[in-house]
């Protein structure tokens, strides 16, 4: 199993409170990405990363932002939560080489599921 | 817009029987994964098909990516009860640097004994 976790696993907030969720990667990939999975939806891109500090928006990036200080973590922040945001947030990695299906598998951390009220 | 249709959404079969899942799209990707979730946890790897007309096995899990790379198929033999999941596809569109993927909205698979 890839080596990611994502903290917490539960989160229960209200409506305009600030929350961060945090992935941390013991594989050393490069490319980060974080996306939520809601019914009906299937997975959608929130924003992702390919390198330290290097950043981009996804398809569903409004009221959400990341930070990568470092390798090994990515940072989901949703600056004041929404109900809307209520879903259960997915962080996945992919390695970067040449070779294009490795680069393009990527794996799953655990899932947080966020319930804002 | 939904670049990727992925067919059935629901799937409910007896223990045994054989069945087929679609996932098809007017782009071209570069490549194509499936994935199988398990309730409370994150997607898993199956299988990524590179080539167009490829065919990779699974024990009886048969993957086949189509000759254009636009669409993919699963078939699962004999299924089982074990099988039970959500089945993901994803596609990195051709040109896709940071292999960032589009999913398909998955298909519920149950298998009864």
């Known amino acids: 199993d890839a080596g990611i976790t994502q903290s917490p696993r539960h989160k229960v907030t209200e409506t305009g409170t600030p929350v961060t969720l945090r992935c941390h990667q013991t594989?050393?990939?490069?490319?980060m990405y974080w996306y939520r999975q809601d019914p009906g939806h299937g997975l959608r891109l929130i924003h992702y990363?390919?390198?330290?500090?290097?950043?981009d928006k996804g398809e569903v990036s409004d009221g959400y932002s990341v930070s990568r200080s470092k390798t090994e973590d990515f940072l989901l922040t949703l600056e004041s939560a929404t109900s809307s945001q209520t879903s259960v947030y997915f962080c996945?990695?992919?390695?970067?080489?040449?070779?294009?299906?490795?680069?393009?598998?990527?794996?799953f951390g655990p899932g947080t599921r966020l319930l804002v009220l | 817009t939904q670049l990727l249709e992925q067919s059935p959404q629901f799937l409910s079969i007896q223990e045994g029987e054989n069945l087929t899942v679609y996932c098809n799209s007017s782009?071209?990707?570069?490549?194509l994964q499936w994935y199988r979730q398990e309730p409370g946890e994150g997607p898993v790897l199956l299988v990524t098909?590179?080539?167009?007309?490829e065919v990779k096995k699974l024990k009886r899990l048969t993957f086949q990516f189509g000759d254009a790379r636009k669409d993919s198929s699963l078939h699962i033999t004999a299924a089982q009860p074990g099988d039970t999941g959500l089945y993901l596809c994803a596609g990195a569109i051709g040109g896709t640097s940071y292999g960032k993927l589009t999913f398909g909205q998955g298909t519920i698979l149950t298998v009864h004994p």
């Open positions: 782009s071209v990707f570069s490549s």
């Open positions: 996945a990695i992919s390695e970067s080489t040449q070779d294009r299906g490795r680069r393009e598998t990527q794996y």
């Open positions: 594989e050393n990939h490069r490319y």
């Open positions: 098909v590179v080539t167009g007309g």
């Open positions: 990363s390919y390198g330290v500090k290097d950043t």
